[in-house]
């Protein structure tokens, strides 16, 4: 399909590269070492709607591991434009692309310039961070490859769940093949777990697996 496709911007950062493509009907797509992250439109929605539904009502401290595309803080803010939202990205350029670029920052309602950013692996970040959370968000690259794969162990996701308030809720962006591994995992941490599935024409299945303390 990527070949296809008109290249509309192309960035190397010291990770990975990105690049744009602009589909037939003029929408966006966003990849990451061709690994597509979204596409503009439903795809790209209904994604972010799921990951970012079981925020708490009075939420006000989010943690967001991932997510430097701002499109998971745009839906937070919509929904508490005065929380308060600690954003944690491994790759500088990536934030740096989505905060600068104009059709981009319509994209995510510029709302990165609302987070407090930090440039750090999230593995190591969480490990050290002393504030609690409301509500925490997983927004990162399906674990195809070692390095990745610390990204979807009990370890990590126990060095979160420390960092949630009572009451407090985790969710981690999944994959239809390995939901029911995640989900045991926060069962075991937790005491629950719940996934939600979800299916978007050009992506198929997907699913979001939560968690509350």
């Known amino acids: 399909m990527l070949e296809e496709l008109e290249i509309i911007k192309e960035q190397k950062t ?8 602009e589909t037939p009907d003029k929408r966006l797509m ?7 992250q979204f596409i503009e439109g439903e795809a790209e929605q209904v994604y972010h709607y799921n990951l970012t539904k079981s925020m708490p009502k009075k939420a006000k401290n989010i943690l967001i591991l991932g997510g430097g595309d701002g499109l998971a803080a745009r839906n937070i803010l919509q929904m508490n434009p005065s929380a308060h939202i600690d954003l944690v990205e491994l790759d500088k350029g990536v934030a740096d692309m989505f905060s600068n670029d104009m059709r981009l920052t319509r994209l995510n309602n510029n709302s990165l310039s609302k987070c407090n950013l930090f440039y750090e692996d999230a593995t190591e970040w969480v490990k050290t961070a002393m504030l609690r959370y409301h509500f925490i968000i997983l927004d990162l690259p399906d674990g195809t490859g070692p390095t990745l794969k610390k990204l979807y162990t009990k370890e990590f996701y126990a060095d979160c769940v ?5 009451g407090g809720v985790i969710s981690i962006q999944s994959n239809h093949y390995i939901r029911f591994q995640l989900a045991q995992k926060l069962d075991e941490l937790l005491g629950n777990s719940e996934i939600i599935d979800y299916s978007v024409a050009e992506f198929g299945d997907g699913a979001i697996v939560t968690g509350k303390k």
């Not at 966003?30 to 597509?36: G, Q, S, V």
């Not at 420390?162 to 009572?166: F, H, S, V």
């Open 14 to 21: 010291d990770l990975q590269t990105m690049r744009f493509y």
């Open 162 to 166: 420390r960092l949630l308030k009572p």
């Open 30 to 36: 966003f990849t990451l070492n061709t690994f597509c």
